[in-house]
């Protein structure tokens, strides 16, 4: 009985490897070849440098993402303050041309208030009365806010169904008409009558500017009790202005 001879050679079937024996492995040599891994941004392949590769294998590769852009944030600047300046010139067109004849939306003044169009027209107006007295620039500031204020809370109390953004808004913007008037006071200012009549233009120009918007239906008989108001608040503001 003759002993067993060695056990066949395996060979393996998958083409990936192949079993060499010692003797055979120093006659061996070549490379290992790095991935080539390829990152699919937006349907273009990149391919990616060994120290991305390094992080990504090592469990870093959130350090290497980035965000996508929010469009929200590439607003133009007056978007993002809520700025229409359409919208603020035709308000200030309905302000100044406040007969219904003319065929201006005018309720848009009142319905669709705004911030920065009211503050806009009372800062000019300000800055126009500096000319008479530099102290009385930070009571119009404050006589808008208050006297808005008061107009609201009787608005209220009288049965009116007005926001205190609506009225803010109408008593700024009806300010135009004072504006208006001032560069004319200044040349007819040596001319006491003429001066005056201009002067109570301007004051029932603005009220009735006003009143048209925040005197509705709805206060029936107690109009009056409310136009009055607004007209004394503009006297005020004139006043404000020419130091009277």
Known sequence: M???GPP???SPTNGDFTFVSSADAE???????SPDVKLNLGGDFIKESTATTFLRQRGYGWLLEVEDDDPED????????DIDLKDIYYKIRCVLMPMPSLGFNRQVVRDNPDFWGPLAVVLFFSM????????VVSWIITIWIFGSLT?????RVLGGEVAYGQVLGVIGYSLLPLIVIAPVLLVVGSFEVVSTLIKLFGVFWAAYSAASLLVGEEFKTKKPLLIYPIFLLYIYFLSLYTGV
């Open 27 to 33: 006659d061996l040599s070549g490379s290992i070849a």
């Open 8 to 10: 066949p050679a395996y």
């Open 2 to 4: 003759q002993p067993p």
């Open 128 to 135: 126009i009365s500096l000319y008479g007295q530099f102290r």
């Open 151 to 155: 107009i609201f809370l009787l608005a």
């Open 74 to 81: 590439n607003k133009p600047l007056l978007e993002e303050l």
